[in-house]
């Protein structure tokens, strides 16, 4: 056996081995939890919201924490990063009724596009999803319409959650540097069995 194959060995048996002591490490209840939510029913939902994106003023949910030494002469704003804090409603208006917070991080990630590689949770903080939480990652090719991020995961109701989203720019006001985001998200999830372990 070769140097290569030796090593192939030794990392199979390493990862058996944490394997077999992570499955040890799981207590009784979560065990039950686990079966419990596997044998549960696949739930698909239809989501529509609105992102409330204040990129400026002292009000500001967007912000600036690092750029590359390009940036300042990039035509794509490429290697800038920001962190966001919007506030996601049921419509457009900024009155609207608070569904809950976007919050995440963007990099101008494009060198010839102006294109965002996000990383975004959305919390919900009322309705029938409060507590729960879903988030995207992927590439957002801003200027186009339909963006298509996908749904990689989620929390609370939305646990093993998957799907999609398609986002547009519903409004933007230059002057006031404020835009309005539309979201619609298309996502299955796990409904926990009632067989009363939870």
């Avoid at 686990?34 to 919201?49: S, T």
């Amino acid at each position: 056996m070769g140097k290569l194959g030796a090593i192939l060995m030794i990392l199979s048996l390493i990862i058996a081995t944490s394997s077999v002591h992570a499955k040890s490490q799981m207590s009784k209840q979560e065990k039950a939890w686990f079966r419990n939510l596997c044998r549960g029913k696949k739930k698909v939902a239809k989501l529509h919201f609105y992102l409330q994106d204040e990129l400026s003023g002292p009000n500001r949910t967007v912000y600036e924490v690092s750029r590359s030494n390009i940036t300042s002469i990039s035509p794509t704003s490429f290697g800038q990063v920001r962190v966001l804090d919007n506030l996601m409603t049921a419509g457009p208006g900024r009155n609207s009724t608070e569904l809950g917070r976007a919050q995440g991080l963007i990099t101008f990630a494009d060198l010839k596009e102006s294109a965002l590689a996000m990383n975004i949770n959305f919390v919900f903080t009322s309705g029938k999803y409060n507590g729960s939480t879903l988030c995207i990652l992927g590439r957002n090719p801003i200027l186009g319409r339909d963006r298509e991020l996908p749904i990689v995961g989620g929390s609370g109701v939305f646990r093993m959650a998957q799907g999609y989203s398609i986002s547009n720019t519903y409004s933007y006001d230059p002057v006031a540097d404020y835009g309005i985001l539309e979201y619609t998200i298309y996502v299955t999830y796990v409904k926990e069995s009632d067989d009363g372990v939870h």
